[in-house]
């Protein structure tokens, strides 16, 4: 692991490191492309509990503890199992983490995950907050899922969420504000209400007329309708540097009443000239919520927060193929090419 000093962001290279020297296992051999420039994707195990409310377990409870409180029934994922949405489910995480003092970490949807508005979040023993790791954290992970739009077929394996380790309190470097664009033509999607189930294993392997509505604003402008979820993209192209990662942030409720973005991690040399990726847009993930809003072309919906690495990472954005290079509008990857 490198033995700098320094406050960041751990790259690839300090995470295969962790794995190397036991702070993080797993219980079945990692797969060869699950550790990203700046995160580790996650894996579900074997089991998953349908439960009747979301939870936290608190400062002296651990999770499984909590779970006997509200669980409803068991399901198997070693067969697959459809997760039905407007439901809420807890899940095993193969990984296991015994981090060492001073590293911390926190955890976020895929992209993936995010665009087919499954909600996920990160759960661990004694844990006041959800996604965040306390430093040193010794201990399981689970994973909360909650489908919103579309019922999900998931395994033993499906990767929903990945996990930024972190070494002391990165410095804030920059925020900058992220606008949509309603300009012309197909400016986005609306989830279709009542549609099949996603297999979220399966890539390129839906028809997107089934699921999605296209969208084309008047005037520049586009209503969203309360409880409807939406595909749209940045006004702007977004660049991390090869020595930052960034965190989409949730937009203030001062702002508008919706939520952008669930899955907020963006790699380093995502839209960067050296991953040859320049003009990359940021696909926001929008959820309206309990009134109609009136989004405007170039309107604030979000922040990007960068934040330094702890060295350039051996890997960049995109390398090892990416089914969001160079990405404009675009669905997640387990839909077929919008023709």
Partial sequence: MNDTPSAGILPCQSI??????????????FDHDQ?????????????????????LPGLKRKVRDRLADVEMHELDLTKGAVLERGCVYIAEIQERLALPPGVSARGNPKSSSGRVDVFVRLLTDHGPAFDDVTEGYTGPLYLEIAPQTFSVLV???????????????????????VGVDLSSGVAGFRGRRHAG???????????????????????????LDPNEFY???????????????AEMTPIDPAVGEFRVHYA???????????TDSVGSKGVLEVRSHETPFLLEDGQTVARLVYEPLTARPTRLYGEDGSHYLRQ???LSKHFKVWK
Avoid: C, M, Y
């Avoid at 509990?49 to 939870?55: E, K, L, M, N, Q």
């Avoid at 395994?155 to 504000?177: A, D, F, H, M, V």
């Avoid at 702007?236 to 020595?243: A, F, G, K, W």
């Fill in 16 to 29: 295969e490191d962790l794995v190397a020297q036991g702070a993080i296992t797993s219980l079945t051999p």
């Fill in 35 to 55: 550790v990203q420039p700046a995160s580790l994707d996650l894996r579900l195990g074997e089991r998953v509990w349908r439960v009747r409310a979301s939870f």
């Fill in 155 to 177: 395994r033993t394996g499906t990767r929903l969420n990945q996990l930024r380790l972190k070494r002391g309190r990165p410095p804030i470097l920059e925020t900058r504000s």
């Fill in 197 to 223: 189930i996603v297999d979220l294993d399966k890539e390129d392997g839906h028809d997107p007329r089934d699921f999605w509505e296209p969208l084309e604003p008047r005037r520049g402008e586009l209503l």
């Fill in 231 to 245: 595909i749209l993209a940045s006004k702007d192209d977004i660049e991390i540097p090869v020595l930052q990662a």
């Fill in 264 to 274: 907020g991690f963006f790699d380093p040399g995502f839209g960067t000239a050296e």
């Fill in 328 to 330: 404009g509008l675009k």
